[in-house]
């Protein structure tokens, strides 16, 4: 299956998902342009698909087991193909102390990639993004808008145009 047809400019694109499938191929690509120290955040409301394509886009790179959202925990860590990714979902958080005492800002390094679901719910304690992945619900699909902020982002955005 090909990836739906991306529209956009120099560092949005536009993409419509019509079901799961589609968003599979959408991360199978993603996971072949993401590299270590990038940061993502996941922006849409809840039953998105956010966690949907984290889980596409781990199983796309090998992972078998099972991917949950760390709703409850904040955090899940994944190894898999040499890449180390952080999973992040704060729409339960609830302070700058819970963050700092967690130690989350040890794990934005250059080694691990993190995904960030509800990254408003932590302004001004997690890194700046080098991509926004926005999530429009309709009633039969998906629109994403993925925007690159960072030079990182950028490149990762050219190759997914290709």
């Given at each position: 299956m090909s990836l739906p047809e991306?529209?956009?400019?120099?560092?949005?694109?536009?993409?419509?998902?019509?079901?799961?499938?589609?968003?599979?191929?959408?991360?199978?690509r993603l996971s072949a342009c993401i590299q270590p120290g990038m940061v993502i955040y996941l922006i849409g409301d809840l039953g998105a698909g956010k966690t949907t394509l984290i889980r596409a886009l781990l199983n796309a790179l090998g992972y078998s087991g099972r991917v949950k959202s760390p709703t409850y925990t904040l955090l899940e860590h994944y190894e898999i193909a040499g890449l180390h990714f952080r999973h992040f979902d704060l729409y339960r958080f609830n302070s700058a102390d819970e963050w700092e005492q967690a130690g989350f800002r040890d794990e934005f390094d250059q080694r691990n990639i993190?995904?960030?679901?509800?990254?408003?719910?932590?302004?001004?304690?997690?890194?700046?993004?080098?991509?926004?992945?926005?999530?429009?619900?309709?009633s039969n699909s998906r629109n994403l808008g993925i925007r690159a902020l960072t030079q990182i982002g950028r490149t990762c955005l050219k190759n997914l145009q290709h």
């Open positions: 991306m529209s956009g400019y120099d560092n949005v694109i536009k993409l419509a998902l019509a079901d799961e499938a589609a968003t599979e191929v959408f991360a199978a993190c995904l960030i679901e509800w990254p408003e719910k932590a302004q001004g304690l997690v890194p700046a993004a080098d991509i926004t992945i926005t999530f429009e619900i309709l």
